[in-house]
């Protein structure tokens, strides 16, 4: 195996819950307190289609090297599926799962007519050239090209892929197409296709979940503090237009370590260094603490936005913000729940909280198929009323079964993807 290459898979999931499972545990309260019909429930359990593809590539030294590619489609109910597709070392079929149900649930919720997918890579990105990251990216979208389609299954980036990830999935498949397909993929870049108020619209919707679940318990955001977990896209659009709407930013932190200060942090200062300097190492923008102290900080809302299975059995009883915001996916395992309802903490689910970056990939894969291109503020001011909206309908969703907004979120969302699911009948 080449030097440049990733060798041993990391422990998968080390110590953590496995995501399928922890989905399944709400999904499970959630369709019996909806009571669901049986066959339904059998039904939306599982993905329609997984696949599992081999990816061979030619290394830059010449070696050949196979690498382990999923494509999971959770449901195509409501639409085209829809979904993100993850390069990491340790992403396996069961992460996979559980990714493509959040986004059915997601799509649901948000009012867009997508059904749920994901898909992954089991490869290390930091390890890989420019150009065999090309090379696994055309081969996985060759070997899905039957699956892959804008009135089919659309992919998106999601961990370690981005723009040029897209720009070189859309290419393959139009190639094959003959034709330029823009609409194949979101997260494009704006000169092929890409919207407006993409690279925010993920933190631009925490901002709107947040204002909203403030509102309902009645506290102005100015009289709120805010600690952000993760400062990569998510936790630091969202810390930022937090702090433009008021909120006092007092910890904010990424994988090497977080700094803390009561007074508040200065988001942009704070962005600037990261932009320069990689990471927030060294930016001594407050006292030193680490992701586990920021999680258990002082502050009113506490936005995890990095990873999965942060707020956990162990910890969840030591949390003192009032409301937490989920920007990251699965960032609460299923087993903190208990403890996170008995203190009264209200937690906006990460298929609610995190929406905002679908809702706008609906917008691009939109403006691509009009061929017309929408002004930011059109963007922002729809992705504004569809995250409201999203968020009044769980709500109300939650106070009709006096639940949690999440298990409202999952009932929402099994309501309506049910109730399609019975409209259109089951073929065969
Ligand atoms: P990103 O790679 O831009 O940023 C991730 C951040 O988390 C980085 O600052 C990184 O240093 C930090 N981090 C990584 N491991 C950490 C750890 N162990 N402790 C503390 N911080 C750590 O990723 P992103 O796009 O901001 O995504 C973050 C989360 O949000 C992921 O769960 C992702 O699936 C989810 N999400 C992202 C989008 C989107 O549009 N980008 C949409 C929906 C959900």
Known sequence: M????????????????????????RFDKAASMYKLDEGLYNYLKQPVKQVIISIPVVMDNGKLEVFEGYRVIHDNILGPSKGGIRYAPDVDLDEVKALASWMSWKCAIASIPFGGAKGGVRC??????????????????????????????????????NEQVMAWIMDTYSMHERKTVTGVVTGKPLVIGGSRGRTEATGRGVMIATLAALEKKGVKPELTTCAVQGFGNVGSISAKLLSEKGVKIVAISDVTGGYYNKNGIDVGKAIDY?????????????????NEELLECDCYILVPAAKEDQITEENASRIKARLIVEGANGPTAASADKTLEEKGIMVIPDILANSGGVIVSYFEWVQDRLGYFWDEPDVNNRLTRMMNEAFENVYKTAMEYATSLRLGAYIYAIDKVSKVLKLRGIYG
């Open 124 to 161: 290390d990105p930091s390890k890989l050239s420019m150009s065999e990251l090309e090379k696994i990216t055309r081969r996985y979208t060759s070997s899905l090209l039957e699956i892959f389609g804008p009135d089919t299954d659309i992919p998106a980036p999601d961990m370690n892929t």
């Open 274 to 290: 990261v932009r320069n300097n990689g990471s927030l190492k060294g930016s001594n923008i407050g006292t030193s603490i680490t």
């Open 2 to 25: 080449s030097e440049n290459t990733y060798k041993e898979p990391a422990p998968y999931h080390k110590g953590a819950e496995n995501p399928f499972e922890s989905m399944m545990i």
